[in-house]
């Protein structure tokens, strides 16, 4: 019989016929985290952009850009990398910077941030943007990376790029952001974003690439299909049977959804999500094992902004249900209405308001 666009996709897309049954689908429940300071969120402390959570050494670990000031700052300049353990994801014990700014001129001197694990033949590196330039403008950000014999540290810079950005005329010729490391297919696949086509945060294009490499140092690689994903922001992906699954969060034509990739390359939307976490740096216990049937992800760490101040970044731990092992139908149910104080917190602003009554008087 022949089948109507949306029939089509309905049997061959998606993992399940409802999304109660769909293995890619979840709800996404946050919940804020204990042992670490902010100042009461007046703007001198910021952390954000988590790496994926490993298991080493009997705790969790993560790492993220942290900035301290004296004086409050926004935006991503002048940050470091921090690193907190935890016996249980809930309660974390930062235990001080693990990377930190190299001296001009070399990448980085205006920021390292946006780091991203990998663990291969028993040593750590850490993958992260350099940035170069100031933040919030089509910054020169390649990505570089450190290296470490355990989670702890001490770690070196390799104070090489290890992804130069593309060239000029390039899709990926502005930035590399949100280094993503999986080990896949017997390689080490580094997913990233780039920002493009605009002049400011507002109306960037951003999409992701992959580039692939058989030494953690390199060289890497660029996929001949980048981009690789049509939206998205920061970048979170997880083995996931075959295939590779990814979120698509914040920005694009697809954002909020979750995608899949049977071949880690070719995506396409599982599921269409509410909630999604910002820069979500999940435990993935599959992401170093060269797994051929990835088992998927049930928590991890992601950031927003405190109410206290929506200049302010905090980290925030989210769970969900995007694994084979686990079955929580909570995480699964068909999502409640918001009650009307919800709705209305996200009513007209003034200016709308007059807008629209100006309208009416038509
Ligand atoms: C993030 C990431 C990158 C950008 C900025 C900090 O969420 O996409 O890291 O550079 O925003």
Not at 40 to 66: E, L, M, Q, S
Not at 130 to 142: I, L, M, T, V
Request: hydrophobic share 35%; net charge negative.
């Amino acid at each position: 019989m022949e089948l109507s666009a949306a029939l089509e996709r309905y049997y061959e897309t998606y993992n399940g016929e409802r999304p109660e049954i769909n293995e890619l689908y979840s709800q996404f429940r946050y919940t804020e985290l204990k042992g670490l300071d902010y100042n009461n969120h007046d703007g001198t402390i910021i952390r954000r952009d988590p790496t994926k959570v490993i298991f080493a050494d009997g705790v969790f670990h993560v790492w993220y850009t942290c900035r301290k000031s004296a004086k409050p700052q926004n935006g991503c300049n002048n940050c470091d990398i921090w690193h907190a353990t935890s016996k249980d994801g809930f309660t974390w014990e930062e235990q001080g910077v693990a990377v930190s700014r190299p001296v001009q001129p070399l990448p980085g001197w205006f920021s390292v941030l946006t780091p991203d694990i990998l663990e291969w033949e028993g040593k750590y590196y850490l993958y992260y943007q350099a940035f170069g330039d100031e933040s919030g403008k089509h910054k020169q950000s390649p990505v570089m990376v450190s290296t470490a014999d355990a989670p702890d540290g001490p770690w070196t810079s390799h104070n090489e790029i290890i992804v130069p950005r593309g060239a000029e005329g390039e899709w990926d010729h502005h930035c590399i952001h949100d280094p993503y490391l999986l080990v896949y297919r017997d390689k080490i696949h580094l997913y990233y974003k780039c920002d493009f086509g605009g002049t400011s945060h507002a109306d960037f294009i951003r999409m992701h690439g992959l580039a692939t490499a058989d030494n953690p140092l390199g060289p890497f690689v660029k996929h001949p299909l980048n981009p690789i994903m049509n939206s998205g922001h920061e970048t979170t992906l997880f083995p996931f049977k075959e295939g590779i699954a990814a979120f698509a969060i914040a920005d694009g034509n697809e954002r909020s959804t979750i995608q899949y990739a049977e071949d880690g390359v070719n995506f396409n939307i599982a599921a269409t999500v509410a909630l999604i976490p910002h820069a979500a740096g999940p435990f993935v216990p599959d992401a170093f094992t060269n797994a051929d049937y990835g088992r998927g992800i049930t928590w991890g760490l992601s950031f927003t902004y405190p109410r206290e101040n929506i200049k302010s970044r905090m980290l925030v731990r989210f769970d969900c249900d995007l694994s084979l092992d686990v079955d929580d139908p909570k995480m699964k149910a068909r999502p409640g209405m918001h009650d009307a104080e919800y709705l209305f917190g996200h009513g007209l602003n003034e200016e709308q308001r007059r807008e629209r009554l100006r309208q009416g008087e038509r």
